[in-house]
């Protein structure tokens, strides 16, 4: 009798059976781990915003702080001015980036003396929890649960990001 070379059947059950318990609890740790990253890149684009609005209201004396996202930003070539002052990037200034939705309003004036902006997740738990603000004093403020911010008092009432 010659002896067969290769696996049974049962061997490569267990084998398989190995790697889906693996990639079981692998896969969970990978989408923390992109949560986690969605939101720290959220958190530096906040602060982006923050100096971007300064820079704006430096530049812009008569206008004030930016009345919008795009305003701060523009498409490469990109030539400075009130409407697009080409200091965030074109992604940043669309308000979508890394799972978050970014938004930022200037108000007030002519000149526009506050300003608001605010990074919420795009999807609730897949691609971030936590939500983010900031207003004139460039705080980073956080929402515990993602819920989008409709004003600058309600990001005032936040806590201020710990890191």
Known sequence: MRKQKGFSLIELLIVVAIILIIAAIAIPNLLRARMAANESSAVA??????????????????????????????????????????????????????????????AGGPPATIYYATASPVTPNQTGIRGFCSFEDAVVRVQP???????????????????
């Not at 004396?61 to 305003?71: I, W, Y």
Request: aromatic share 6%; hydrophobic share 45%; net charge neutral.
């Open 45 to 106: 684009s906040i602060r982006t915003i923050n100096t971007a609005m300064i820079t704006y209201n430096t530049s812009y004396p008569t206008v004030g702080f930016a009345a919008t996202l795009s305003a701060l930003g523009g498409v490469a070539p990109c030539a400075p001015l009130s409407t697009a002052a080409c200091l965030i990037d074109s992604v940043l200034s669309a308000g979508v980036k890394s799972g978050y939705a970014f938004a930022a309003t200037g």
């Open 145 to 163: 649960v993602g819920a989008a911010l409709a004003s600058e008092s309600a990001c005032q009432a936040l806590l201020p990001l710990n890191q």
